[in-house]
């Protein structure tokens, strides 16, 4: 049958157009495309590759941030701790001192109060002394005229020394 | 630019079509003597199939002329001389093609036109029901006459064309690939990148394995090639209209392509297959080494038959449908006009399955031949393997 039985004709200038076609196509059109698309591929796989690269260095870098951020929290409360530590013994070592001030201050004037009062003490002896013989002088001045009142007055003045 | 082109190509295929409408309707009315035969150029979409129907009726109902369906479709599928666009009244309105003749005198090379439909001699040749064939110096029919014919036939243009179309557009495309180096394609750039992306990924990948690159640039060419032949061939007038991916010795070029391929590439495990069949017993080879040599020249075969069979039957039903209407309308001109809206809406159904198949069976022939690279370039390890 004439449909199956294959020209001469068409199976030559098939043969020749399909090769050179093959040719040029492989040449000029296939080789460039199938580069370029491949290479494009290559591209987005490496910018995809370079984006999860990037997460994971933010990622990194968020956990030290956190970490530092944790560190230096530690650290602020330990400054207040310290702070707080140090204004409490500052305080109470400021009370103490004080209170040691206060002390030696009531202690120095107990003891001056003490001086002064021995002092005075000393001081009234001597005058009641100074006047107990003036006193006793002008008694006696007046008194010892009279013999018998002399020996009274010494008697009395006797027994009471006696009993002093 | 872009869309100021579509819209030039929006307005031109219709005006396109109008014209042809008008230029058939005009000719018909005056003209009243009797068209030779209703050869319809298997306009699929446009409209004035249709429209002339009733004109056309009421000249074979004239004439009582008999349409002979069958020697219409076999006339479209098979090659001819020269591309037939359409019939005006009795003048034949073809573009002449080349012919070129080889014999012991030399090469002759001369218009087809020249033959003028088969009533002109030239160089002791005449063109006989479409075929070429030497005469004896009294005019009858040498039949043992030894001449070769490398005629530029309907087939070879069409082909001429739809290789330019493909050059054109892979070369446009590779062009945009240089220019926009890695940047994401667009527009046809992108249709056409989609194609080659799903022949690498989904045929040559997963049936050739790692080696794949080797045997691209053909499979692209084959699938491109056969693709756009398919389509050209569903296009109802010039360029399109021949059958070139239905045409036995179209295929037959193409399937030995991949045989002789296959058989460049195939190593040792393969011969082994087919010389040796391994983990058989000797006394079977007897039986399975020509089983298997069949089965290396069955492959292409069966390549070469499933494209040529597929695209020429689409053609067979898609003129079909449409030699139908002149059957019923030679009976009754109104049952031809009825007969008329099924033919087409049963041909643009058809049309849309044959863009389908179009696609289908250059992706089948592509498929297979990768399949048979795989199976040639195969590393087997006998002991897994049987």
Request: glycine share 4%; no cysteine.
């Given at each position: 049958m004439e449909l199956i039985k294959p020209g001469l004709g068409l199976l030559f200038w098939m043969t020749v157009t399909f090769s050179i076609v093959l040719w040029l196509l492989s040449k000029y059109a296939w080789k460039p495309i199938l580069k370029s698309i491949r290479e494009r591929e290559d591209s987005i796989n490496n910018a995809l590759n370079a984006a999860d690269d990037a997460r994971k260095q933010m990622d990194a870098l968020k956990s030290d941030n956190e970490k530092l951020l944790a560190e230096a929290r530690k650290e602020r409360d330990r400054l207040l701790k310290e702070a707080s530590e140090m204004k409490d013994s500052i305080i109470a070592q400021a009370k103490k001192s004080a209170d040691d001030e206060a002390r030696r201050l009531i202690a120095n004037a107990n003891d001056a109060i003490e001086k002064a009062k021995l002092n005075a003490m000393n001081e009234l002896k001597s005058q009641v002394a100074v006047l107990s013989v003036d006193m006793a002088e002008k008694i006696l001045r007046k008194k010892m005229d009279d013999r018998n009142q002399q020996e009274a007055f010494v008697n009395e003045n006797l027994k009471s020394i006696t009993l002093n | 630019m872009r869309s100021n082109k579509k819209k030039i190509i929006s307005i031109l295929i219709p005006s396109f079509l109008l014209f042809f409408y008008v230029a058939f309707a005009g000719v018909k009315m005056a003209n009243?003597?009797?068209?030779?035969?209703?050869?319809?150029?298997?306009?699929?979409?446009?409209h004035h199939d249709v429209s002339n129907l009733a004109e056309q009726n009421t000249h074979v109902e004239q004439t009582e002329e008999k349409i002979d369906a069958g020697k219409l479709i076999m006339e479209h599928i098979a090659d001819a001389y020269d591309w037939h666009i359409a019939t005006i009244g009795h003048t034949h309105l073809s573009i002449p093609l080349p012919v070129i003749l080889k014999d012991v005198k030399g090469f002759h090379i001369f218009l087809?036109?020249?033959?003028e439909h088969g009533h002109a001699t030239i160089h002791g040749y005449k063109l006989e029901h479409g075929k070429i064939v030497a005469l004896n110096s009294d005019g009858s029919?040498?039949?043992h006459a030894e001449f070769m014919d490398f005629s530029i036939t309907k087939n070879v243009a069409s082909m001429f064309i739809a290789v330019a179309f493909l050059l054109w557009i892979m070369f446009s495309v590779a062009g945009h690939y240089k220019r926009n180096n890695n940047k994401a394609p667009k527009g046809l750039h992108n249709a056409i990148e989609t194609l080659i992306i799903f022949i690498r990924d989904e045929v040559a990948k997963p049936s050739?394995?790692?080696?794949y690159e080797k045997f691209m640039p053909f499979l692209l060419t084959l699938f491109f090639f056969i693709f756009i032949n398919n389509l050209f061939g569903l296009v109802p007038f010039f360029p399109g209209g021949a059958n070139v991916t239905g045409n036995i010795a179209v295929t037959l070029v193409l399937a030995m392509f991949t045989f002789i391929i296959t058989t460049i590439n195939g190593n040792k495990s393969y011969w082994g297959h087919i010389f040796a069949p391994p983990g058989?017993?000797?006394?079977l080879w007897i039986l399975l080494i020509p089983i298997e040599i069949i089965g290396m020249f069955n492959k292409p075969i069966v390549l070469m038959i499933r494209l040529f069979a597929n695209i020429t039957a689409g053609h067979i039903i898609l003129l079909g449908f449409f030699s139908l209407i002149f059957i019923f309308g030679a009976a009754n001109q109104y049952l031809g006009l009825g007969v008329s809206v099924l033919s087409v809406a049963f041909t643009t159904f058809m049309s849309f399955l044959e863009l389908l198949v179009a696609f289908l069976q250059a992706y089948v022939f592509t498929l297979l031949s990768s399949l048979y690279f795989g199976s040639a370039i195969e590393e087997h390890h006998h002991n897994d393997s049987h």
């Open positions: - | 009243a003597s009797t068209p030779d035969h209703a050869e319809s150029n298997h306009d699929t979409t446009s087809s036109s020249k033959f029919i040498n039949e050739i394995g790692h080696k058989v017993p000797k006394a």
